[in-house]
């Protein structure tokens, strides 16, 4: 069974920093591309972040770039985002998702999700 379980967040204060994790079932993990998404409330989802695991390539979103790595660890089968200097405007519920090549910005690329992690961010 595909899963992608997330933890991590929480309620932290403009300027902190949160550590999102995603743990991966060994069949999502024949995925080639991981990313993270968010959705605020009366939002569309929006793309975040993504990793090439063949290759290692990261893609990110312009509102996080510079303040957020994406990053694995193939022998624990995760993926992971650290975000730093987070703003109020970071507050959503993070997604993690798997994809095959080519998988990108869209959330259409990518066929496996997790539940979500709540993060919010006070000012």
């Known amino acids: 069974q595909v899963q992608l379980v997330e933890s991590g967040g929480g309620l932290v204060q403009a300027g902190d920093s949160l550590r999102l994790s995603c743990a991966a079932s060994?069949?999502?993990?024949?995925?080639?591309?991981m990313g993270w998404f968010r959705q605020a409330p009366g939002k569309e989802r929006e793309f975040v972040a993504a990793m090439d695991r063949n290759g290692g390539s990261t893609y990110y979103a312009d509102s996080v770039k510079g303040r957020s790595t994406i990053s694995n660890d193939n022998a624990k089968n995760s993926v992971f985002l650290q975000m730093n200097s987070l703003k109020p405007e970071d507050t959503a519920v993070y997604y993690c998702?798997?994809?095959?090549?080519?998988?990108?910005?869209?959330?259409?690329?990518?066929?496996?999700w997790g539940q979500g992690t709540q993060v919010t961010v006070s000012s």
């Open positions: 060994v069949r999502t993990l024949s995925s080639t591309v």
């Open positions: 998702a798997a994809g095959g090549l080519g998988a990108r910005y869209s959330a259409y690329e990518y066929g496996y």
